[in-house]
């Protein structure tokens, strides 16, 4: 397919509320951690909204107050109980590991820019056998945070893609306002943490309701630009 049917050659996704349906669990091991180092709860909606950004970043707006000492106990409380000790599921959306191969065969790159850990990402890719899919992916821990547009520009840069031939997928106002800092289109998914009308308040070029409606979307997309 070629640029004039179709604005879109590289297709950056974000991964927990996108791709797989985690934000329950990161929710509880937000709690939990939070009580175990007997630090002032959050109502939910609070802990949901930061979901996305770097661990350090979604502390600092949690507890902005937070000195070394906090963020240090807080990191590594949160990770031990994510990684190994909470038992409440993380699926993949329905349909995901069929889209990515669809994707794939019909000739677009995809990425990952995420707000997790590297040792978080790989060890979810590994697990889902979803590393195939993506020529190369980004996390919080190795560059800036979201909505800065570090991770998305490395990215571009790494494969040298243009702005306007990229297209970040995801749940989050992160999400949308990193794309609008790296001067790429964005596309919102209900499907995780923020509502339709806060996305919708960004101006992304479209919404949907989960990732797997995303062919159906893009098809659309390449008709009007060739129309």
């Known amino acids: 397919m070629t640029s004039e049917e179709n604005p879109y050659q590289l297709l950056v996704f974000d991964w927990d509320g996108t791709l797989m349906d985690s934000v329950a669990r990161i929710v509880a091991c937000m709690q939990s951690t939070i009580e175990t180092l007997g630090i002032a709860p959050l109502p939910e909606q609070r802990l949901r909204h930061v979901i996305g950004l770097g661990m350090q970043e979604a502390i600092l707006q949690l507890y902005p ?26 699926p993949l959306f329905a349909g995901v590991p069929e889209l990515l191969d669809d994707l794939r065969k019909q000739g677009y790159w995809c990425a990952v820019a995420t707000g997790k850990s590297r040792m978080g990402l790989d060890r979810v890719l590994e697990e889902t056998g979803l590393d195939i899919h993506f020529l190369t992916t980004r996390c919080a821990d190795e560059t800036l945070s979201k909505p800065h547009p570090q991770m998305l520009l490395d990215i571009m840069d790494e494969l040298g893609v243009m702005p306007a031939r990229t297209l970040m997928i995801g749940d989050s106002t992160h999400d949308l306002l990193m794309a609008r800092n790296a001067g790429t289109d964005a596309l919102g998914v209900t499907s995780g943490v923020h509502s339709a009308q806060e996305l919708l308040s960004l101006g992304p070029k479209g919404l949907v309701d989960g990732v ?11 008709q009007g630009q060739s129309s």
């Open 212 to 222: 797997a409606q995303l062919p159906k979307w893009l098809k659309c997309r390449c």
């Open 65 to 90: 107050d937070a000195d070394d000492d906090l963020l240090h106990a807080f990191t590594q409380a949160y990770r031990e109980r994510f990684l190994f000790n909470d038992d409440v599921p993380m």
